[in-house]
Structures are given as C-alpha cells and as structure tokens.
Nanobody, 130 residues
Framework: HVQLVESGGGSVQAGGSLRLSCAAS????????MGWFRQVPGFGREAVAA???????DYAGFVQGRFTISKDNAKNTLYLQMNNLKTEDTAMYFC?????????????????????????WGQGTQVTVS
C-alpha cells in the first residue's frame, strides 16, 4: 500500500523560504519518478519539479532556480526546498509517485486523467506567500 504524506507548508512573506517534505512508504521499486505539483483553486494542477531514480531533476520554467527537489533514500523522503518565494507561488502543493517507469519524469501535460501519468498522490500541503 503506497502512501505519500506531505508536510512543511505554511505562511511566509515574499522572499522567504520553505522546505516541503513528502514521506513515502509502501514501495521498493528501483525505477520511478517522484514529482511536486501545485494547484490554485479554480485553476488546473501544474508540474513544479520532478526527480528520477538516478537523481536527475527537472523544473518548470517559473521556478527560475529558486526551488530544489531532492530525496533522502535512507528516509524515503522527497523534499522541495523553495527559496525567494513569490506571492504567485501560493498554492496547494502535492507530491506524487510514478512507480516502475522509464518515462521522462517531468511532465507538463496533465493528460486525460489529469494526473500527469503519476499513480500515487499525497493529500497536499498549503503554501501561502504574502
């Protein structure tokens, strides 16, 4: 039973930083994608960053070097370090996992299911930048 649990969201002033965490459990696959997505109410979900099982990261253009995705394999935890936050970064942030895949991990198109090809999703953590 795969579970993803996000934490670390909160309220911060513009220019500040937050680190989101996503504790993963229930899988031991060797080839996978992990990603961070965000959604503002009334708008579609968008991809923020992705990390493959080789540690290769990719980011959305709006990140502009401000965010870093990483994973602690010993803790099976995915992170998103967000620096120089802007008001437009306000959103619910979700982590997701696509297990047993050899596809490109960063996917900007949500696809018919709206899930970007990712099988498992966390419940989200709110980030508010003012």
């Amino acid at each position: 039973h795969v579970q993803l649990v996000e934490s670390g969201g909160g309220s911060v002033q513009a220019g500040g930083s937050l680190r989101l965490s996503c504790a993963a459990s229930g899988y031991t696959y060797s080839s996978y994608c992990m990603g961070w997505f965000r959604q503002v109410p009334g708008f579609g979900r968008e991809a923020v960053a992705a990390l493959d099982s080789d540690g290769i990261a990719d980011y959305a253009g709006f990140v502009q070097g401000r965010f870093t995705i990483s994973k602690d394999n010993a803790k099976n935890t995915l992170y998103l370090q967000m620096n120089n936050l802007k008001t437009e970064d306000t959103a619910m942030y979700f982590c997701a996992a696509d297990l047993v895949t050899w596809d490109t991990c960063f996917r900007s198109a949500p696809g018919p299911s709206g899930r970007f090809g990712y099988d498992y999703w966390g419940q989200g953590t709110q980030v508010t930048v003012s």
